[in-house]
């Protein structure tokens, strides 16, 4: 006999997922904050603690997202910058 390895089903709706992706850095920041505190403070019961923990990680993995973004971006201008530089004050600057 198999055993099948699944997941448990996720609380959040498509639409709180969908919120989540479209956060800004800082929102999704604030509330991930807001989850680990609700989390810290105790008094949940489990189905209310799995569901901040959901939330908490949806958040996390947003936030990281939009970082590792403006980390790319910010190691392309810098490469950019980098290989001008080799013709900085140059003829060759110019074409």
């Known amino acids: ?3 099948k390895n ?3 089903a996720s609380s959040l709706s498509d ?3 969908e ?3 479209q956060m800004p850095y800082e929102e999704a920041r604030d509330k ?3 989850a680990v505190q ?3 403070a105790g008094g949940l019961n489990l189905d209310q603690s799995m569901r901040q923990w959901e939330i908490g990680e949806a958040l996390a993995k947003r936030a990281q997202s939009l970082l590792n973004d403006v980390r790319a971006k910010l190691d392309a201008a810098q490469a950019a910058q980098s290989s001008g530089a080799d013709t900085a004050g140059t003829q060759d600057n110019l074409s």
């Open 32 to 34: 991930l904050i807001q």
């Open 1 to 3: 006999m198999t055993e």
């Open 15 to 17: 639409k709180e997922r």
């Open 6 to 8: 699944t997941a448990p």
């Open 38 to 40: 609700a989390l810290e």
């Open 19 to 21: 919120a989540i992706a």
